[in-house]
């Protein structure tokens, strides 16, 4: 887990704003994941990436936006178009075989 | 697409007893169910995972069984202690490359000493 790592820790958006959510791993693992966590929702996927310069929208995908453009970095840019950003957001990185390895997260609020 | 269903929400126990979890799942194709532990502002962690070719699988006071038929799996916690306070999240997927992993929205279990 210590090899993922999350910043900030914490974040506030204003009104119309877009702010991007980082997410370094440097556990040579090739694919990385972003879940939203609302109480009582349980962990919902964002976005995941299983090779650099590939990914694919998760279940919530509309509003936000990732790229992956090396192995370790997983960045994810919550935009305007999210109507309700407040969350506390988990990046994941996982080797084959499904085992995930979360970050510490990242808790966004829109003021 | 996979489902899964988790109960129950909340779930209180005295110290020193057990604590069962069950989990139900949608898609017949799933062969990996893990189970995460939460505690209050930190990141999940694996507790336990088990593979479709076991039914049971066992790691000191923890447990995990599955019923591929039946297509549920469940976590027994025995002799609870005040540090498994938290949020027990359990998961399905497919084996095999990079999957989805779909999560239960999770148990808050505390333990009261």
């Known amino acids: 887990d210590g090899g993922i790592t999350q910043s900030p820790k914490y974040l506030f958006r204003k009104e119309g704003q877009n702010v991007t959510l980082s997410c370094e791993q440097n556990l040579n693992h090739d694919a990385m994941y972003w879940y939203r966590q609302d109480p009582g929702q349980g962990l919902r996927l964002i976005y995941y990436s299983q090779i650099v310069n590939d990914f694919q929208k998760g279940d919530i995908a509309e509003g936000y936006s990732v790229s992956r453009e090396k192995k370790e970095s997983f960045p994810l840019t919550v935009t305007s178009a999210q109507k309700n950003p407040t969350a506390f957001y988990l990046c994941?990185?996982?080797?084959?075989?499904?085992?995930?390895?979360f970050g510490p997260g990242t808790r966004l609020t829109v003021l | 697409g996979e489902n899964v269903e988790q109960h129950p929400s909340t779930l209180s126990v005295q110290e020193g007893d057990s604590a069962v979890i069950k989990c139900t799942y949608s898609?017949?194709?799933?062969?990996?169910f893990p189970w995460y532990k939460q505690e209050l502002g930190k990141r999940p962690q694996l507790i336990i995972d088990?593979?479709?070719?076991?039914g049971e699988k066992k790691d000191q006071r923890i447990a995990v069984t599955l019923n591929k038929t039946a297509k549920h799996f469940s976590l027994h916690i025995t002799e609870t202690q005040p540090e498994d306070s938290a949020v027990y999240f359990c998961a399905a997927s497919r084996r095999g490359g990079y999957q989805k992993v779909t999560f239960g929205i999770g148990t808050k279990l505390q333990v009261i000493p």
């Open positions: 088990i593979r479709s070719n076991v």
């Open positions: 898609d017949s194709a799933s062969n990996y």
């Open positions: 994941a990185s996982s080797i084959e075989g499904n085992t995930q390895y």
